[in-house]
């Protein structure tokens, strides 16, 4: 039972590893290893295993199609593993790289960033792309890649493709992000009024000797002094309201008669 299961999973993982080790594969044949395993600590390693004998780590849509059959939580776990996040940085890319075009993380980055900058110039164009575009230290000058500090837009990514080999260094330049949302609004008067009023009643209940009431009776008790709180608020409000709208009346009639006095002494 417990352990026969226990020796199939340790043979699969031992076989995924050799397999890591001495065959190129395929996205789908990756998702095929990695969907015959269930725990979660499993399929990471085998994936952070298999993926560098991916047949090409640049291919993106080989690698999202690989992303969605085994799901958010076991590709980002793997690519912590393999320190794909300590070569870019995903919500804001912007910067200088130098990656190894024959290292398989570094070529799926390489891939990922020459994407980026591609939607990113469509964008922006001339304000986005890549800049001091070089392999192992020469400029790159085919399909119009621009050299120096003259950005390299989205025409020219799109025709030119990664060597197989090298490093390549250059300067993302991508779309600045999106400032982030405001805050929402929260009135302070009626969340401090309601907190307020719970929290004396608990420290009441707790100041007072035992025995305790159930916690529930307690929260609702609280609940109930709170809603009784904002109703008495609210009443009070209206009794100033009506106060102020009988002074108003008051005063009115008092201005008429005051001229009706004047009138008649006239």
């Given at each position: 039972g417990a352990t026969a299961a226990s020796a199939t999973d340790t043979w699969r993982l031992n076989y995924a590893r050799v397999l890591g080790d001495a065959v190129w594969l395929t996205p789908w044949q990756v998702a095929r290893i990695v969907g015959t395993f269930d725990?979660?600590?499993?399929?990471?390693?085998?994936?952070?295993?298999?993926?560098?004998?991916?047949?090409?780590?640049?291919?993106?849509?080989g690698l999202e199609s690989l992303a969605a059959a085994v799901g958010p939580d076991t590709w980002r776990g793997a690519l912590l593993t393999l320190g794909y996040f300590h070569l870019v940085c995903p919500d804001n890319p912007t910067g200088c790289y130098s990656l190894n075009l024959s290292a398989p993380v570094d070529r799926m980055v390489a891939a990922w960033l020459r994407e980026e900058a591609i939607a990113a110039s469509r964008k922006l164009s001339g304000r986005c792309g890549w800049r001091n575009v070089r392999v192992d230290g020469a400029w790159v000058s085919e399909n119009h890649i621009s050299r120096g500090t003259m950005t390299t837009g989205s025409r020219a990514l799109t025709a030119w493709r990664l060597p197989?080999?090298?490093?390549?260094?250059?300067?993302?330049v991508g779309a600045p992000l999106p400032p982030l949302p405001p805050l929402p609004h929260t009135p302070k008067a009626q969340s401090s009024t309601l907190s307020a009023s719970s929290l004396a009643y608990l420290e009441m209940i707790l100041s007072s000797p035992p025995p305790y009431p159930p916690p529930a009776k307690v929260l609702a008790a609280a609940a109930a002094v709170a809603a009784a709180a904002v109703r008495g608020k609210a009443e009070r409000a209206v009794a100033r309201e009506e106060r102020r709208r009988v002074a108003e009346i008051e005063a009115s009639k008092a201005r008429v008669q005051g001229k009706a006095v004047s009138a008649h002494v006239l």
């Amino acid at each position: 039972g417990a352990t026969a299961a226990s020796a199939t999973d340790t043979w699969r993982l031992n076989y995924a590893r050799v397999l890591g080790d001495a065959v190129w594969l395929t996205p789908w044949q990756v998702a095929r290893i990695v969907g015959t395993f269930d725990w979660p600590a499993d399929r990471v390693e085998i994936l952070s295993k298999l993926i560098p004998r991916l047949v090409d780590t640049s291919d993106l849509t080989g690698l999202e199609s690989l992303a969605a059959a085994v799901g958010p939580d076991t590709w980002r776990g793997a690519l912590l593993t393999l320190g794909y996040f300590h070569l870019v940085c995903p919500d804001n890319p912007t910067g200088c790289y130098s990656l190894n075009l024959s290292a398989p993380v570094d070529r799926m980055v390489a891939a990922w960033l020459r994407e980026e900058a591609i939607a990113a110039s469509r964008k922006l164009s001339g304000r986005c792309g890549w800049r001091n575009v070089r392999v192992d230290g020469a400029w790159v000058s085919e399909n119009h890649i621009s050299r120096g500090t003259m950005t390299t837009g989205s025409r020219a990514l799109t025709a030119w493709r990664l060597p197989a080999r090298g490093v390549l260094s250059f300067d993302h330049v991508g779309a600045p992000l999106p400032p982030l949302p405001p805050l929402p609004h929260t009135p302070k008067a009626q969340s401090s009024t309601l907190s307020a009023s719970s929290l004396a009643y608990l420290e009441m209940i707790l100041s007072s000797p035992p025995p305790y009431p159930p916690p529930a009776k307690v929260l609702a008790a609280a609940a109930a002094v709170a809603a009784a709180a904002v109703r008495g608020k609210a009443e009070r409000a209206v009794a100033r309201e009506e106060r102020r709208r009988v002074a108003e009346i008051e005063a009115s009639k008092a201005r008429v008669q005051g001229k009706a006095v004047s009138a008649h002494v006239l």
